[in-house]
């Protein structure tokens, strides 16, 4: 069983300290992802795809491979979440434990409930991400 776990940040330092964690217990580093990490990007193991014009394109086609095409929903909210200036952690984990241990720590650092977080943006409007709107 192959899971991953997701969890949104708006604040970079909650982020990071949610992955710092899940590497001291036992996660690694080509288990946790941190998109966008605009300061460490380069030397964090993050990664996007290349070839989209924009950041939030970018995040959009990553959570639409982990996502498996999933291109109507989720993949759609997380790139969404990056482009208002959210930052997402992702956790490959390969069984129940792992992944209740990965809910745990995120959670702890103040994941925000994406499902609340996306009813709001459509409660005001939203009908999609568009990765050329302008940041809000």
Do not use: C
Not at 11 to 33: C, I, M, P, W, Y
Not at 37 to 45: P, Q
Not at 111 to 119: F, G, H, K, P, Q
């Amino acid at each position: 069983m192959e899971l991953i776990v997701i969890g949104v940040y708006d604040d970079l330092a909650h982020a990071r300290s949610a992955k710092n964690e899940l590497l001291a217990s036992g996660f690694t580093r080509r288990d946790v992802q941190l998109n966008p990490d605009r300061d460490l990007s380069a030397s964090s193991g993050a990664s996007v795809p290349k070839g989209s014009g924009t950041l939030s394109g970018s995040i959009e086609n990553f959570f639409q491979s982990l996502i498996m095409g999933d291109k109507g929903t989720y993949s759609n909210v997380y790139a969404e979440a990056v482009r208002r200036g959210s930052y997402v952690l992702t956790v490959d984990v390969d069984s129940d434990e792992r992944r209740l241990r990965a809910e745990e720590i995120m959670g702890r650092h103040g994941s925000v409930d994406i499902d609340e977080r996306s009813a709001e943006w459509v409660r005001h409007g939203w009908i999609g991400h568009d990765p050329q709107a302008k940041k809000r």
